[in-house]
Nanobody, 119 residues
Framework: QVQLVESGGGLMQAGGSLRLSCAAS????????MGWYRQAPGKQRELVAVIRSGGSTNYADFVKGRFTISRDNAMNTVYLQMNSLKPEDTAVYYCYAEILKGFTAYGYWGQGTQVTVSS
């Protein structure tokens, strides 16, 4: 059974920083990609950043230069360093992992962690 456990959300003033973490647990895992999505009230869930096992990354335009995604492959953990936070970054942030079982990839979601940025 695969679980994604997130931590690190909270309340921060605009201009501040937060760091999110997400650890995948389960039997021996092959994780080609891990990432973060977010969903603000009344809006669709959107991709924030993704990182692949080889280290390549992609970011949404609205976080480029402010957020950094990284991962520890040995610990099956992904991080999101969020700097220069803006009120519009307020959302529930969800960890996502693509996990291989044999030749089939399955997507897993974390439970979500609230990030609130005050002006």
């Amino acid at each position: 059974q695969v679980q994604l456990v997130e931590s690190g959300g909270g309340l921060m003033q605009a201009g501040g920083s937060l760091r999110l973490s997400c650890a995948a647990s389960g039997s021996t895992l092959s994780i080609p990609a891990m990432g973060w999505y977010r969903q603000a009230p009344g809006k669709q869930r959107e991709l924030v950043a993704v990182i692949r096992s080889g280290g390549s990354t992609n970011y949404a335009d609205f976080v480029k230069g402010r957020f950094t995604i990284s991962r520890d492959n040995a610990m099956n953990t992904v991080y999101l360093q969020m700097n220069s936070l803006k009120p519009e970054d307020t959302a529930v942030y969800y960890c996502y992992a693509e996990i291989l079982k044999g030749f089939t990839a399955y997507g897993y979601w974390g439970q979500g962690t609230q990030v609130t940025v005050s002006s």
